[in-house]
C-alpha cells in the first residue's frame, strides 16, 4: 500500500467524531460573494456539500447572486440602483432578479451538484409558498419590490430534503398582500429559514476573514462572540457597517433556536468542511451562552 | 335554497363519474402558445389544474415560453435565429432561454397556483438530473444549444407529486456529454416525461382547434385518430407543417404505454377540465386500437 | 366546446375554495326524516356524499330509520309505543330495530353509495364497542331497551375512514351492564360521534327550513344562532318542542369541540353540498362565539 | 401451586407448535346449523375465535341464518320455499332474508365477540362492493333473488382483519346487473372469499362427522379425501345429497388455492380449536396432492 | 373428539382474559438460580416465553449465571472470591463472568428458544451500548469490576423486540469511564432495564417461595406487599439478608414506573405462566397503592 | 486557514466518487488473523467500520479467533488437536470455542466499535436461527463439531442493519439434525452469509499481500483474477495450501451472486477503506468476467 493511501486513510478516519456530531442535523449555509464568482471556489463548496450529504448532514444551501443581477441589468441597459446599501427594485428590476437569481444562478448551482454526482433540488420562495413577505418600510424610504419576511412554511424545503436531495434555495418571496414576487436578503431568509428547520448550525459564507477587531488586521480576528457582547462590541464600533446586519442575522436566528451561527471566509478553500470537520475553527463563531 | 345555488350541486355531482375514471391517476400537460398569453385563459388553466388537484387527479405540467423568450432576446437585442422551426441556441441564447423559462415563466406559473390556494414546486430538467440529453444531430444542421433526450429519470418528478405538490416543468436537459444545459421542445420533453411517469394521458394545449381535414374549415375536425392511421393521414397531407411533430410526440407516448394522448385547443376558457371532467370530447384524441 | 360546457368548467372551479377549506377534515351528517324516504332526494343525498369523498372530506353518515321501523312492526302486527316522543322498546321491538337499521336501512344506504362508484362500509354501534350506553333514565319512565350514550370508541370509524369508506353508521349500542342492545336516538349519537372524531361540522338533515323565529313562516329563519344564546330562545319558546333536542345535540357537539354545528333542511335537494360548497348559508347554523 | 395451574400451564404450552405454524395466516370459517343455535356451542365457537385471535391467527367469519330466517318468516306470516333445497327468494323474503343477516345474526356474532373481550366488524358481502352476483340460472329453474358470485373483492375484510377485528361475514351480494341485492349460499360464499384472501384453510362448520363411508355409521368417518378420489365417492354414493354441494365447495376452493379444507362436526364444543391446536384430526380433510 | 382434546380446548379458552390484559406489554423476567439449572425448569421457562411471545406479551428476559462462572473459574483453577455477597470481580474473573455469560449461558438460552420454534436474540450490555456502568464503590471496599449502572439506553433492545425477537440479555456494562467490561448484578439490571423500558411488571424467578413471615414456615407466604410497608417488614426482620437488595429492586421498579413487581418460585414448572395466565396469584407481589 | 485543514479537506472530497459507487450496498469483511492480534491493527480496523457506516455503507464483520480460542484451550488444560488444518472439536472444546468466540472477540469487537462513537450488534450463528449446519463430513474423518453450513436466514442480520448496528458475526450455527452447537469455518460463514444478504462485496482479511504467483516474493502479487481461471492457477500450484479454500470462498460467493470478492493483507494499516474507497488496488480481487 503507498504512503499516500494510508494518509488519506487515515484523515478520513479523523473525521469520525465530527460526522457523528453532525449526522442527521441540518445546516443552512449562505452563499454568495467572492465564493460564488471563482471557479475553483465554486467547485470546492460544491465538493463540500456533497460530502457532506453524502455523510449523512443536511445541508440547505441559500444563495443571493448580486454580481450575476447587476451584469444582466447592464446587459439590458438598466442601471443598478441602491439606497442605503438596499438595491432599489423597480418592477422591471424585479423581473431580472428573478430570472437570475431563479433561472441562472440557482440552476447553475443545482447542475454542479449532479455533475458532482450528488442530488439537489432548486427552489425559490415561491414555491411550495415557503417565503412569504410584505413590502420592506424602513427608514420612510421606498425600496421597490424589496421585502420583509412575514412567515417562512419549510414543507416544501423538507420534502426536498427528506426526498435525499440538497435543496438550493434562491431568496425571492411571495407578497402577502399584493402577490407580487419581493427581492429579500439573502443573508436574513437564511437565518429565517434556519430557524423555521430547526437548524443546528448557520453557516455565512463571506468575503471577510471573520470580526476583526482591527477591521485592517487580519490577526485580529475574534474567534467566539458570545450573543450578549454583540451591544457592545457595536458601542465600541467593532461591528459597523455591513457587519452590522450580518451579525444581526446570526443573533437573530440563535434567538430563533439555531444552536450556532459562523461568518467564515468563502475566499479560503474548503472553508464548510473545516468548519464543520475539524478542530480548527475559522472566522467567528456566535454562541448563546 | 336559490336556484343557483342547485344548478351547481347538480352540475357538481355530474361530474362524479368522470373524477372517479381519473382519480390517482397521472396526467401530463403541455402549456403553452396563446393559453399562456391571455391573463383570462391563464387564470383558467390555473383553475383548472388546482381543481384536478383537489379530486386527486395528479398533474403534471411541462411548459414552454417561446414568445417570453423572444421578448427577452430583443431585449438585451440578440436577435431570434430558427432554422427549420429549432431556434438556433448559441450559448448566449441559451442562457436567456434558462432564465426566461425557469427564472420567469415557470416561477409565475408556480406562484399562480399558490395564490389559487394550490401548492406547486417549480422545477427544470436539470433538478434531479431529470432530463438528460445530447446535441441535436439532424439534417447535418448544427443548432447550437439544442438537445434530443436520452433519458429522464422521473424520481424528482414524484418526490414533489407525492408530497402534494402540483409540478410545473421547464425543459431544460443536462448534457450527458458535457454537463451544458440544453434547450428541449415542450412537447417532445411532455412525451417523454408522460412515458416516464406512466401517465394515463398526455394533453396538448395548443392554439388551434385539433387535427382538421380541412386546414382553413373548423368544421372538419377529426375527433379520434387511431394510431396506425396517422401514416395515411401524412400521406394525404392532412397532418402537415407543425402538426407532424406534435402528432408524432403523441404517437410516440403511445407506443411508450401513455394511455391516450389529445390535442386540444387552449384559446377555450377550461377546455382542460372539458376534456377530463365531461363526455363534450373536444380536440383530437389520439387512440392505440 | 359548448355554452354548457364551459357553463358546468366554470361552476367547478368556483368550488375550489370550499373544497380548500374542508379538505381531509371530517363532517358527521346525521340523515334521516323525508330526506330518506324520497328517492330523489336519497339520490341527491348520496351524490352529495360521494362528491363530497371524492374531493376529499372525510364524511361519516349517522342514520335512523323511524318510518322503517314502524312499517316492519305493523307487518308483525305490533304496536308502535311512544313515551314523551320516545319509542318504547321491549325486547321484541328492538330485535326488528336492529333487523330494520341494520339489516335494511344501512345496506340500502351502503348499496346507493357502492352503486354511484363510492366505497362505503355499514356499521353499527355494536361494531368494534363503538357506542356503549346504560339503560335510559328519564322522568322515572320505562322505556324498554332505549340507552344512553356512556361511551364512544371512534378506532373502528376511522379504520373504515383510513380505508378510504364512508362509514354508514346504524345507531345501535352495546350495554355495559347486560349486553344488551340498545336503541339510540341518531341526533345524540350524531353528536357524540362528532365529538369523538374531532370533527369539523355535524350537520342534522331534518324536515324544516331550521330554526323559525315563527314557526309558521318560513322567513323569519334565524341564520346563525351564538351558543349562549339558546337558552335566551328556549325562554322565549321560539326553540320548543321537538327542537329542543336537535339543538341541545348542537350546543353540546360544540362544547365538545366541534367547530360549528347545522340543521338544515333535507327537503331541499342537495342540501349538503350547498353547505358546505358554496356561499350560500342555509338553515340554521350555530356557532360558539 | 396447585396442580390445576400446572396441568393448565401445561396444556397451553402444548399448543405451541400449531399456534407457529398457523400464526399470520388466514382461516376462513363458515358457522351456521347447530353451532348456532346452542347457546353453549355458540359461546365455544365464539370463545375459540377470540383464542385464536389473539394468538395471531386470523379468523374470517363467514355465516349463514337460515333458521333465523325461517322464524322471521313464519312471524310476517310469509311461507319459506324450497325448491331443489334453495330458498325461492322473492323480493319480500329478500328484504327478509338481508334483515335477519345483516341485522340479526351478523350484530349478533359481533356483540358476542366484543363481549369476550374481542374486536369484530360486521359485514356484508354488499359493503366495499365485497360480493358481486348476478341471478342464478340453473335447470331452467326460476329461484328469484338467489345469486351467483361472479367477483370477489376482498379489501374491505382486508380492511377489517388488518385492524385487529375479526371480520364477520354476511353473504348478501350486490347484483352486477341489477344492483338488487341476492342471496348466496354461505358455504359458496366461504369457499370464494377463501380464494381471494388466499387462505390457508376453509373450515366448514357442519351438524354432521364428516364424511361417512357409510352414513349411519359414525365410524366409517373418512379422515382425509384427496381432491382427485372425489369422483369416485360420487360415482359409488358415498358423497351425495347434501354433501353435494359442500365437498365441491371444499374441492373449488383447493383449485382456487387454498391449502387444506374441512369438514367438522359443529355439533361438537371447541371443534374449531381442537382442528387447528391439536393433533387430533376431526371430521373430514380435504386435500390436495 | 377425545375428552382430553375438550378439555385442552377448554383450558386454552380460560386464558383469554388474562392474555387480554397483558397483550403488547413488555414484561421483564429476571432468570437465574436453581430454574437455570434443572433441564426441565429450564425447558418450562423456554416454553412459557415462547408462549407468551405467541400471545403477543413482549418478553425481556435477563440472566445471570453464578453457577456456571463458579465452575468455569474451578476449571481454570481460580478461585471464587465474594465480598459481602459480591464476587469479586479481578481482570482475569471479569473475563470469564463475560465469557461464560455471553458466550455460554446467553447463546444456550438463544438455541432453546429456536428448537421450540421461537425467535429470540443474545444481547449483552455492551451491545448497542446498552447498559453503562461505574465502578461500585460501597462500604470503602474495593470490588474490582463490579459496576454500579448509571445509563440505560434501551434502543438495541426494542430493535430485536419489535423485529420478533426475544431479547435475552447478559448483564454486563460497559464502563463509562475506562471502557472496561463490568459486571452487573442481573436482578439489579432487570429492574433499570424494565423501568426504561416502560414495562408493565417485573418478575423475578427465585429459589424460594416469596417473602414469608417465617423464613421455616413456606404456609406464612405474604402475597401482596405495598410499596409503603417494605420499611416496617424491614424493621421487623422478615424482610432480611438476601431479600434486601431483591426487594429494593422491585420498590425501586416501582418507583421508575413499571406497575407491578413478583417475586416468584423459579422452582416450581411453569410458575411464569401462571402468574401471568392464571387467577392464581403465586409468590410475593409488590404493588404501589 | 492551515495547510493540514486544506488537506484534509481535500482528502476528504477526493473519496466523494468511492462513497457514492458503494453507499446503501451491503459489503461483508472476514475479519481474523493478525489484523485481531495487533492493538493498533485492531483500532484501525473498528476505524475504518465506523467511517464507512457512517458515510452509509453497510458492513457486515464476520470473525474468527483462533489463537484466543488455544489460548484458552490451554489455561483449561485442553490440548488443540488440528486434522488436514481443522480443529479436531469435541463437546468440551465446542463450549470452549462458543465462549471465546461469542463471549469475548465478538464483545469485545461490539465494545471497541461502541468506544468509537459507532453502533454494534453482537450476533452469532445461534441468534434467530441465522446459521444452521450438519456435522462435517469430509474425507471419512470424525471432527467432532465442525459443521457444513446447510441453510442462512440473514433476517437477524438485516434486523440488526436496518435498526442502524453493524452486526458482529461469531461463527457458530445451531445443529439442524441434533439441537448442538456447531464451529464454522470463519471464511466459509462470511461467503455464506455475503450470498444470502446479496452483498456487493466480501472481503477477507488475511496476514498475506494477495495471491503470489510466487509465494516468496510479494512483487509477484497477482491484482486481478477471473473466476474461470481459478482451476489453472490450482493446475500450476500458485493456488495451494491454506490458499485454496480461501480462494474457494470468493469463487463460490461469486456463483451466489455478490459481485466482487478480495484476499487483502490485514497486516497493513486502513487496508479496508483503501480498498473500498480509493484507486489503489491492493491484495487480490476476484472477478466474475
Redesign the interface.
Known sequence: ??D??????????????Y??QF?GKTVVVKYGGNAMVSEQLKY?VI??I??LS???IHIVLVHGGGPEINQ?LK??GKESKFINGLRYTDAETM?IV???????V??EL??LI????G??????G????MLRAKKLEKDGVDYGFVGDITEVDP??IK??RD?G?VPIIAT?A?GVDD?N?YNINADTAAAEIAIALGAEKLILLTDIKGLLRDKDDESTLIPVVRAHEVDALKAEGIISGGMIPKIDCCVNAMKGGVKRTHII?GR????I??EL??D?G?GTMFINE
Request: hydrophobic share 40%.
Open positions: 500500500m503507498s499516500v493511501s494510508f494518509e488519506r486513510s487515515h484523515t478520513l478516519v479523523q473525521a469520525i467524531p460526522i457523528q449526522r470546492d465538493s463540500d456533497v460530502l453524502l455523510v449523512g444582466m446587459r439590458v423581473d428573478k430570472m437570475v437569481l431563479c433561472g441562472k440557482n440552476k443545482v447542475s449532479e455533475q458532482r454526482g442530488k439537489a433540488m432548486g427552489l425559490s415561491l414555491d411550495g409558498n414543507d416544501v420534502t426536498a426526498g436531495y425571492i411571495a402577490g414576487a471566509d479560503e478553500r474548503h472553508s468542511l473545516v470537520l475539524s480548527e475559522i
